[in-house]
């Protein structure tokens, strides 16, 4: 997956400086944007940034599609609130340590 950097286009509050959270034994960066206020995070899966919502007791990963849309998107300059609240609703499917496939045969 090589994005061009559209992260550069968003405008981190706290200045360049993200949010350290600590979360299942991971240490996780997290910056919002102040102008579109979408949550991106490190360290949750690998080294890269990743589109997350961000909830009152942990952050979670959003869906692969969410993920790569934010990763691409320039930053839209301003809160998509309707379009970006049905993305902040999907998640992740959350794979165990090996991508073993939960098949029920019979
Ligand atoms: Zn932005």
Not at 22 to 38: A, F, N
Not at 63 to 77: I, S
């Amino acid at each position: 997956m090589s994005n061009r950097n559209a992260l550069h286009t968003h405008l981190w509050s706290d200045r360049e400086i993200p949010h350290v959270i600590h979360q299942d034994g991971r240490t996780v960066y997290h910056h919002r944007c102040v102008l579109c206020g979408r949550d991106f995070g490190q360290g949750l899966n690998g080294g890269g940034w990743h589109a997350i919502y961000v909830g009152i007791l942990r952050i979670e990963m959003l869906a692969e599609n969410v993920d790569a849309r934010w990763m691409g998107d320039d930053c839209p300059g301003e809160p998509l609130w309707d379009q970006d609240q049905e993305d902040r609703a999907t998640r992740r499917v959350q794979m165990s340590s090996h991508s073993k496939v939960a098949r029920s045969s019979h």
